[in-house]
């Protein structure tokens, strides 16, 4: 992607598995990485050499590298949760462009400081919520804005986290607790609620949402287990078994990457099982300080009268998330890969038809990729069109979170009100 007479140049802040990945699409659009900045300097190195970034554009932090704002058009925020605010205001100030991992910051106060900064200074600003951009989405949004299935009457969405990977991440990892990340909903599920208001067209009046930490809890913890998944007799038939999980990444490239990298920087069988000794990854799911939801839904009414449900929860196999769409002359069912179109004027031959969009990846996996892209494109070109998840769509989502969240603690139904347009209401 090119700007002016050279490609776009992008700094990466977080040198972790996001950071990685979206180092790696900027390349494939045609960008280029021309900084790192990551605290820890095997990741920051093993990035940077990836990159071919010169010695003198890795930097131990962002505030190192916002200091020379003058390398790079483009920012990537792949830092934790509660270190997206200062990075993105930071950068936004000196006129740099910024695609930051969600959320935007796990308080509403902190985000509406990163709105504000970002609004002031005239930047482009996207929130990685790629589920829009994914071929996938795209063929069942403009099916339904063609009335194939008639008017929209309802909708109904499942992400199945999986078990294995909610161990990983939000019993044993870094977005295991609030006050470390932020809540399930707002962590995993943001880009979900956004998906739904992209669905139907249209924002929340009100909603509900339950859910609570049901299982992995110290009251779970079975007989005779160990602090540690090494030191168990339990190990063997436990179904968040540390070192089985581990153990089956070896020798795969992309397990290394994806799963592995987060437990230990070298992908042997020593190192690993010195890392699940010593580290956060060997310990016993139901002997950590996790206090985020292992389930929850949230039911959510428009004025227009259409319903919609998100549900999430640890408690399934790891799958692409799975959509049912209703509508008064049929309805839609997908699963991540393909539609299946039902008209029920076709009664009584009950007709379906099928439709599969993109190369057979998951919508997440795809909408990464063409996000990056999309968004270096509207920086090359100065066309904030291509960004299909700006500053008003990331307050949405994240505005449905936060009330969702307080409905789930209060038990009470939240009513939602919305300027026309801008990030307020």
Same mark, same amino acid.
Request: aromatic share 6%.
């Given at each position: 992607?090119?700007?002016?007479?050279?490609?776009?140049?992008?700094?990466?802040?977080?040198?972790?598995?996001?950071?990685?990945?979206?180092?790696?699409?900027?390349?494939?659009? +045609?960008?280029?990485?021309?900084?790192? %900045?990551?605290?820890?300097?095997?990741?920051?190195?093993?990035?940077?050499? =990836?990159?071919?970034?010169?010695?003198?554009?890795?930097?131990? +932090?962002?505030?190192?590298? =916002?200091? !020379?704002?003058?390398?790079?058009?483009?920012?990537?925020?792949?830092?934790?949760?509660?270190?997206?605010?200062?990075?993105?205001?930071?950068?936004?100030?000196?006129?740099?462009?910024? *695609?930051?991992?969600?959320? *935007?910051?796990?308080?509403?106060?902190?985000?509406?400081?990163?709105?504000?900064?970002?609004?002031?200074?005239?930047?482009?600003? #996207? $929130?990685?919520?790629?589920? !829009?951009?994914?071929?996938?989405?795209?063929?069942?949004? =403009?099916?339904?804005?063609?009335?194939? $299935?008639?008017?929209?009457?309802?909708?109904?969405?499942?992400?199945?986290?999986?078990?294995?990977?909610?161990?990983?991440?939000?019993? !044993? +990892? =870094?977005?295991?607790?609030?006050?470390?990340?932020?809540?399930?909903?707002?962590?995993?599920?943001?880009?979900?609620?956004?998906?739904?208001?992209?669905?139907?067209?249209?924002?929340?009046?009100?909603?509900?949402?339950?859910?609570? @930490?049901?299982?992995?809890?110290?009251?779970?913890?079975?007989?005779?287990?160990?602090?540690?998944?090494?030191?168990?007799?339990?190990?063997?038939?436990?179904?968040?078994?540390?070192?089985?999980?581990?153990?089956?990444?070896?020798?795969?490239?992309?397990?290394?990457?994806?799963?592995?990298?987060?437990?230990?920087?070298?992908?042997?069988?020593?190192?690993?099982?010195?890392?699940?000794?010593?580290?956060?990854?060997?310990?016993?799911?139901?002997?950590?300080?996790?206090?985020?939801?292992?389930?929850?839904?949230?039911?959510?009414?428009?004025?227009?009268? *259409? #319903?919609?449900?998100? #549900?999430?929860?640890?408690?399934?196999?790891? %799958?692409?998330?799975? #959509?049912?769409?209703?509508?008064?002359?049929?309805?839609?069912?997908?699963?991540?890969?393909? @539609?299946?179109?039902?008209?029920?004027?076709?009664?009584?031959?009950?007709?379906?038809?099928?439709?599969?969009?993109?190369?057979?990846?998951?919508?997440?996996?795809?909408?990464?990729?063409?996000?990056? !892209?999309?968004?270096?494109?509207?920086?090359?070109?100065?066309?904030?069109?291509?960004?299909?998840?700006?500053?008003?769509?990331?307050?949405?989502?994240?505005? *449905?979170?936060?009330?969702?969240?307080?409905?789930?603690?209060?038990?009470?139904?939240?009513?939602?009100?919305?300027?026309?347009?801008?990030?307020?209401?």
């Amino acid at each position: 992607m090119v700007l002016g007479s050279r490609p776009v140049r992008v700094g990466i802040v977080g040198a972790g598995g996001r950071g990685r990945l979206h180092a790696r699409h900027v390349s494939r659009a +045609g960008g280029r990485v021309v900084a790192v %900045a990551e605290p820890h300097p095997g990741r920051r190195d093993a990035l940077a050499d =990836a990159c071919e970034v010169p010695a003198g554009h890795r930097f131990d +932090g962002w505030t190192d590298l =916002a200091e !020379r704002a003058d390398l790079v058009d483009v920012v990537v925020i792949a830092t934790q949760d509660h270190e997206h605010a200062d990075p993105v205001v930071a950068f936004a100030e000196r006129g740099v462009h910024l *695609i930051c991992e969600k959320p *935007i910051a796990p308080d509403e106060q902190e985000a509406l400081r990163v709105a504000a900064a970002v609004q002031r200074a005239g930047v482009q600003f #996207t $929130i990685c919520h790629p589920l !829009r951009y994914a071929p996938y989405t795209r063929a069942l949004v =403009a099916a339904l804005r063609d009335g194939r $299935i008639g008017d929209l009457v309802s909708v109904q969405h499942l992400e199945p986290v999986g078990a294995w990977h909610f161990a990983h991440s939000y019993v !044993r +990892g =870094a977005w295991r607790r609030e006050d470390l990340a932020s809540s399930l909903l707002l962590a995993k599920c943001s880009h979900d609620i956004d998906l739904l208001t992209h669905v139907v067209g249209d924002r929340p009046s009100r909603l509900a949402s339950f859910g609570r @930490l049901s299982h992995f809890r110290a009251d779970k913890h079975p007989d005779g287990a160990a602090a540690n998944c090494l030191d168990c007799g339990v190990e063997p038939t436990c179904p968040y078994s540390a070192p089985r999980l581990y153990r089956s990444c070896l020798g795969d490239p992309d397990w290394e990457h994806q799963l592995l990298g987060a437990v230990t920087d070298v992908p042997s069988a020593e190192a690993l099982d010195d890392a699940l000794r010593t580290g956060p990854y060997g310990r016993c799911v139901y002997l950590c300080d996790n206090d985020v939801v292992d389930h929850q839904v949230v039911a959510l009414e428009f004025d227009s009268g *259409i #319903t919609a449900t998100h #549900t999430v929860t640890a408690f399934s196999d790891a %799958a692409p998330r799975q #959509t049912r769409v209703f509508g008064t002359h049929g309805a839609v069912e997908g699963d991540g890969h393909t @539609l299946r179109f039902h008209d029920f004027r076709a009664h009584p031959d009950r007709a379906v038809e099928t439709l599969t969009p993109g190369d057979g990846r998951p919508p997440h996996q795809e909408g990464d990729e063409e996000l990056v !892209r999309s968004f270096l494109r509207a920086v090359a070109h100065d066309d904030p069109a291509a960004n299909l998840t700006g500053l008003d769509e990331t307050m949405t989502s994240h505005r *449905i979170v936060w009330a969702a969240e307080r409905a789930r603690r209060s038990g009470e139904t939240e009513r939602l009100t919305w300027e026309p347009a801008g990030v307020g209401g």
